[in-house]
């Protein structure tokens, strides 16, 4: 009796190491895909999504897909100039820098994210406190040998999805 108690508990032992250690990916990216593929948002902008879940704002600007985090929710990328994120970098209007923004469908309606996490703009002040001055709290001015290509461009764990919009009917 002994014998089948101890086998019970290596099987046990062992099927929960199992799954322990099997660390599989739920990827909810086709569920994405499906929802939107095909489908469009008539608003201020015009918001159509390709058949591999691209987004194309107005017929030129894209947004790459990256990844979905849910069945109705998706993180999009895509390059801008730094002088459209925020207003103190009005100054340096060349400087190009990748993006993230979060897209939501929920009852046909289609929402977006404005803004990312706190503790992004933790990490951004403090890239700017250490590359240039505030000379108010409008004016950042940046040092003369800047290195642009350290600016904490924000991720997709960056993006704060309680902050969101609407933008209108998906169709």
């Known amino acids: 009796m002994q014998y089948i108690f101890i086998i019970a508990v290596i ?11 099997n660390k599989r990916t739920i ?6 895909v499906n929802l939107v593929k ?4 008539y608003a201020d902008k015009n918001f159509v999504f390709q058949k591999d879940g691209e987004l194309i704002i107005d017929g030129k600007k894209k947004l ?3 990844k979905a985090i849910s069945n109705n929710s998706a993180v999009y990328s895509h390059g801008d100039y730094i002088n459209k ?3 103190v970098f009005s100054g340096y209007p060349s400087i190009k820098v990748t993006f993230m923004e979060g897209y939501i469908s929920e009852n046909g309606k289609l929402y977006y994210t404005y803004a990312y996490k ?24 940046a040092k003369k040998n800047i290195n642009w290509k350290t600016f904490p461009a924000p991720m997709s ?9 609407p933008i209108g009917d998906l169709i």
């Open 157 to 165: 764990n960056d993006i704060n999805w309680e902050k969101r919009a």
């Open 85 to 87: 994120f925020m207003l």
């Open 38 to 41: 095909n489908k469009k948002v």
């Open 11 to 21: 099987f046990l032992v062992i099927a929960v190491l199992f799954f322990i250690t």
């Open 118 to 141: 706190k503790s992004y703009y933790d990490k951004l002040h403090l890239w700017m406190q250490k590359n240039g001055v505030f000379e108010s709290k409008e004016v950042w001015v």
């Open 27 to 32: 990827s909810f990216d086709k569920d994405w």
């Open 64 to 66: 790459n897909f990256i």
